[in-house]
């Protein structure tokens, strides 16, 4: 339906995502290793061994030891690491890239870290819940991302994002307008498609328990809805800063925002 090419939303409380870096560095790393440079038969078997596999985590059927790469609840979060191929990591890395920052930001390095896993671990659960018996494994980030796209649609409906509609049309857009399309699609493609090649049900799940957890999980005094601005931490923790008066020709001068380019 549509890319996210970029954002104009700054930082306000932290000066780099360093949470967002890691995990796209993870995921790039364990991707050059069980898919560009491994065998066919090494990544087939990375695929089982770290995907989720619902039959197996619901008792239905069991791997062989020598596909058993972690113990099974692990593998509600591995499966978050493990991509098919480059498109699929790079639609995956793109969306965290654009949406992952701010909401890092709002929350803190510590907290957007269990957010993320815990947006994983939900992704896995309603896609397990959806087709228990499933023998066939999930892999890939898009649960977790979609709690990250649903938490940032929470707390900044109003921000202009840059999006390619179609593959072809860039245009900036209010983030609800891209963001409501984009999450009612995976409910109503859960409803009408719930055992296709797109786990919809984890990308369901993740935008429920992101959409909640970003409500307890942000920081004190970060507002929902973009209801108030928020001064960043820099400027308003700097002690005797004033405000500097910018003089536009042919109007009244206005005290300069933080966010002001200088």
């Not at 892999?139 to 900044?156: E, F, N, P, Q, T």
């Not at 049309?169 to 090649?197: C, E, N, R």
């Not at 601005?229 to 005290?255: E, F, H, M, N, Y």
Request: net charge positive; hydrophobic share 55%.
């Amino acid at each position: 339906m549509f890319i996210p090419l970029h954002d104009a939303n700054t930082l306000k409380h932290i000066k780099l995502q360093w949470v967002t870096l890691g995990l796209i560095a993870a995921n790039i790393v364990v991707w050059l290793f069980t898919g560009l440079v491994a065998s066919e038969q090494v990544s087939k078997a990375t695929f089982v061994g770290l995907g989720y596999i619902p039959a197996v985590a619901f008792d239905y059927a069991v791997l062989p030891p020598s596909l058993e790469l972690v113990p099974e609840p692990l593998t509600y979060i591995t499966y978050a690491f493990v991509h098919s191929g480059f498109w699929h990591l790079a639609s995956n890395m793109l969306f965290l890239w654009v949406f992952g920052d701010n909401v890092e930001d709002a929350m803190g390095h510590v907290r957007f870290l269990v957010f993320y896993l815990l947006c994983a671990i939900a992704g896995a659960l309603c896609h397990g819940l959806v087709g228990t018996t499933s023998e066939a494994p999930l892999i890939g980030a898009s649960g977790a991302i979609s709690g990250v796209v649903a938490a940032y649609l929470v707390l900044h409906p109003r921000v202009r994002i840059w999006v390619l509609v179609f593959m072809r049309v860039p245009l900036p857009l209010p983030a609800f307008v891209p963001l409501v399309l984009w999450i009612g699609q995976q409910f109503v493609m859960l409803a009408l498609d719930p055992d296709g090649g797109v786990s919809w049900g984890a990308h369901v799940g993740g935008i429920v328990a992101g959409g909640l957890l970003v409500v307890i999980m942000r920081r004190r005094g970060v507002p929902l809805l973009d209801r108030e601005v928020v001064t960043p931490r820099a400027v308003r923790d700097r002690p005797g800063t004033a405000p500097v008066l910018v003089a536009i020709p042919g109007q009244q001068p206005r005290p300069r925002l933080p966010w002001d380019r200088r």
